[in-house]
């Protein structure tokens, strides 16, 4: 991608530039070792952390306690920079070794190769939990339900193991197993075999559905890659195409993305207003506003729950904020923060957070999230019953989306009663 290879030469140039401050013997050895991985990435967190006190660290320090000892090993750099970043208590500026990294820059260009499950840690007791597995995928083939808890994988145990270790533990080259001891609803572990595979990730699902007398367009949103906004454009022109009266976009259990798909996909939606707001480490803003190139102006609703986070709160924070669409569902993830990709020399990367974002309204929903218009909850059972069934979603049998169709309703009825003006006449 264009904006991959601009963020390389320059993270390169940084590199080089604090290398080629050192002797020539020094810099030739340092250019040699594993070292220059560490100094490039100390440079652009030098450079572009969003906190310029770097959390009460002193960063000048951290170099040299990186750069001091003599390395035996690529993956004793590596855990002594994932140890220095741990300093700044940001979980959302990480280090990824090169095949870590791969597989992010797959995800995010919406490739996939593996099993086809989203993963995170039950917050209770720290245990790796499937969220969701993903249509067409090997883990849904075979089974696998959302809320599983996932104990061992190829016999390595998981307690403690980080989402991304486990995601490295899991990927693979298609048709090779892997065997994951599972657990369910507080039943006995069992093993469960998956097969590898290359897995096409369409991250928008659309429909239509019909409610009483109207056509509704519904569209999944899954997360934001490479391809979302391409995507959401063919769906909302394919369901304009078939005479709907109105949308339901799910974006529940979206965690998130790439900023500039958000984006593009606000302005399908809104005509004028603002939609983020974003403030780097020197105070400077920057707004964005749609740029009056909106695809629809029919009726809008809003699914969101806890997992929605990132890119997904900054599209239904401008549609609500702006008054665009109904919220509905659960207080979502609270993440406002933005983090720039940046390739390293040796293959791996680091997702740095640069900025802040606010919503069109001024809002911090940091650690908060976006509370809903209408709160429609859901048991836990619930809702892992529902994401464990895809064709449920969107439908009768989905709370959530029930109460959206209501919401559409109350303004089908708004639309249809004649004006004040009209009635005074």
């Given at each position: 991608?264009?904006?991959?290879?601009?963020?390389?030469?320059?993270?390169?140039?940084?590199a080089?530039?604090?290398?080629?401050?050192?002797?020539?013997?020094?810099?030739?050895?340092?250019?040699d070792?594993p070292?220059?991985?560490?100094?490039?990435?100390?440079?652009?967190?030098?450079?572009?952390y969003?906190?310029?006190?770097f959390?009460?660290?002193d960063?000048?320090?951290?170099?040299?306690?990186l750069?001091s000892?003599?390395y035996?090993?690529?993956?004793e750099?590596?855990?002594?920079?994932?140890e220095?970043?741990?300093?700044?208590?940001?979980?959302?500026t990480?280090?990824?070794?090169p095949?870590?990294?791969?597989?992010?820059?797959?995800?995010?260009?919406?490739?996939?190769?593996?099993?086809?499950?989203?993963?995170a840690?039950d917050?209770?007791?720290?245990?790796?939990?499937?969220?969701?597995?993903?249509?067409n995928?090997?883990?849904?083939?075979?089974?696998?339900?959302?809320?599983?808890?996932?104990?061992?994988?190829?016999?390595?145990?998981?307690?403690?193991?980080?989402?991304?270790?486990?995601?490295?533990?899991?990927?693979?080259?298609?048709?090779?197993?892997?065997?994951?001891?599972?657990?369910?609803?507080?039943?006995?572990?069992?093993?469960?075999?998956?097969?590898?595979?290359?897995?096409?990730?369409?991250?928008?699902?659309s429909?239509?559905?019909?409610?009483?007398?109207?056509?509704?367009g519904?569209?999944?949103?899954?997360?934001?890659?490479?391809?979302s906004?391409?995507?959401?454009?063919?769906?909302?022109t394919?369901?304009?195409?078939?005479?709907?009266?109105?949308?339901v976009?799910?974006?529940?259990?979206?965690p998130?993305?790439?900023?500039d798909?958000?984006?593009?996909?606000?302005?399908?939606w809104?005509?004028?207003?603002?939609?983020?707001?974003?403030?780097d480490?020197n105070g400077?803003a920057?707004?964005?506003a749609?740029?009056?190139?909106?695809?629809?102006?029919l009726?809008?609703?809003?699914?969101?729950?806890?997992?929605s986070?990132?890119?997904?709160?900054?599209?239904a924070?401008?549609?609500?904020?702006?008054?665009?669409?109904?919220v509905?569902?659960?207080?979502?993830?609270?993440?406002?923060?933005?983090?720039?990709?940046n390739?390293?020399?040796?293959?791996?990367?680091?997702?740095?957070?640069?900025a802040?974002?606010f919503?069109?309204?001024?809002?911090?929903?940091?650690?908060?999230?976006?509370?809903?218009?209408?709160v429609?909850?859901?048991s836990?059972?619930?809702?892992?019953?529902?994401?464990?069934?895809?064709?449920?979603?969107?439908?009768?049998?989905?709370?959530?989306?029930?109460?959206?169709?209501?919401?559409?309703?109350?303004?089908?009825?708004?639309?249809?009663?004649?004006?004040?003006?009209?009635?005074?006449?």
């Open positions: 991608m264009p904006s991959s290879r601009k963020a390389l030469l320059l993270t390169s140039s940084l080089f530039v604090s290398i080629a401050a050192l002797a020539p013997i020094a810099r030739a050895a340092l250019q070792s070292k220059a991985t560490l100094d490039q990435a100390w440079q652009i967190i030098n450079r572009e969003v906190d310029p006190d959390n009460q660290v960063w000048e320090q951290v170099r040299q306690t750069l000892p003599n035996s090993s690529q993956e750099a590596y855990a002594a920079l994932r220095a970043l741990q300093q700044l208590n940001d979980p959302y990480r280090f990824m070794s095949t870590e990294f791969q597989a992010f820059q797959n995800q995010t260009r919406g490739e996939l190769v593996g099993v086809g499950m989203r993963l840690l917050g209770d007791t720290e245990t790796l939990m499937v969220v969701q597995p993903i249509e995928s090997p883990a849904l083939e075979a089974g696998v339900q959302a809320g599983d808890l996932i104990l061992q994988i190829d016999g390595t145990p998981t307690q403690g193991m980080t989402v991304e270790a486990a995601a490295d533990l899991i990927r693979g080259e298609a048709g090779t197993p892997v065997q994951m001891l599972l657990q369910r609803n507080d039943t006995a572990p069992f093993v469960m075999t998956l097969t590898r595979a290359k897995i096409d990730v369409p991250v928008v699902h429909a239509v559905r019909r409610e009483g007398g109207h056509s509704v519904y569209i999944r949103l899954s997360q934001f890659n490479a391809h906004a391409e995507q959401m454009q063919r769906a909302i394919s369901l304009q195409s078939q005479q709907v009266d109105g949308f976009l799910d974006l529940r259990n979206n998130g993305g790439r900023l798909q958000a984006v593009a996909i606000a302005r399908m809104i005509s004028e207003g603002d939609i983020v707001r974003t403030v480490r400077s920057r707004q964005i749609a740029d009056g190139t909106a695809l629809t102006e009726p809008l609703t809003v699914l969101v729950n806890g997992n986070a990132s890119a997904s709160e900054i599209l924070g401008a549609l609500q904020d702006d008054h665009r669409a109904t509905v569902g659960t207080q979502t993830f609270g993440k406002a923060l933005v983090q720039s990709v390739p390293l020399g040796d293959g791996s990367g680091l997702n740095v957070t640069i802040r974002y919503t069109p309204s001024g809002l911090d929903i940091n650690h908060l999230g976006i509370a809903p218009d209408i429609v909850d859901a836990e059972d619930e809702q892992k019953e529902l994401w464990s069934h895809p064709e449920r979603l969107g439908t009768g049998e989905d709370v959530q989306y029930s109460q959206a169709i209501e919401q559409l309703q109350s303004q089908w009825g708004n639309q249809n009663q004649p004006s004040t003006a009209q009635v005074s006449r």
